[in-house]
């Protein structure tokens, strides 16, 4: 991954409902669980916010001042067809720009991803990965 800047915007911990993408550790991940805190009568609420890897699925926990700015990062769904299947990546074509590269399969569709199979594939934070077959 490149050191560009990941595009997205700001958003504040106590925003991050379920199911919201941000960055985590710089890794961009789905929240699963948020719990807010009152510290006290003149104390500011605390964020304690669940979440999930999206490439890898590895659980992350992080807590931070209700008010405190996290990256939420730009999603992009595309379509596209597997040209090869290589272990866990597969060679991925674009089905709009023709343009072609490799992409991660996701764990959970591994068994379903088939050579020729149209797929919905998605661009986080400069990684491309295979999410669902249709």
């Not at 789905?30 to 009152?38: D, E, F, H, S, Y």
């Not at 590895?58 to 272990?87: C, H, T, Y």
């Not at 074509?93 to 569709?109: Q, V």
């Amino acid at each position: 991954m490149s050191d560009a800047p990941i595009e997205g915007q700001q958003i504040e911990a106590k925003d991050c409902k379920k199911g919201v993408f941000i960055m985590v550790e710089g890794i961009p991940c789905r929240v699963t669980n948020l719990q807010i805190a009152k510290t006290g009568k003149h104390g500011h609420s605390k964020a304690r916010v669940d979440s999930e890897g999206i490439f890898d699925g590895k659980k992350r926990v992080f807590i931070q001042p209700g008010d405190a700015k996290v990256l939420s990062p730009n999603v992009d769904k595309r379509e596209g067809q597997i040209l090869s299947i290589e272990g866990d990546s597969a060679q991925v074509m674009d089905t709009k720009t023709y343009e072609t590269f490799y992409a991660k399969i996701l764990d959970e569709i591994k068994g379903t991803v088939k050579e020729g199979a149209e797929v919905e594939y998605w661009v986080v934070a400069e990684q491309k990965v295979v999410m669902a077959v249709h």
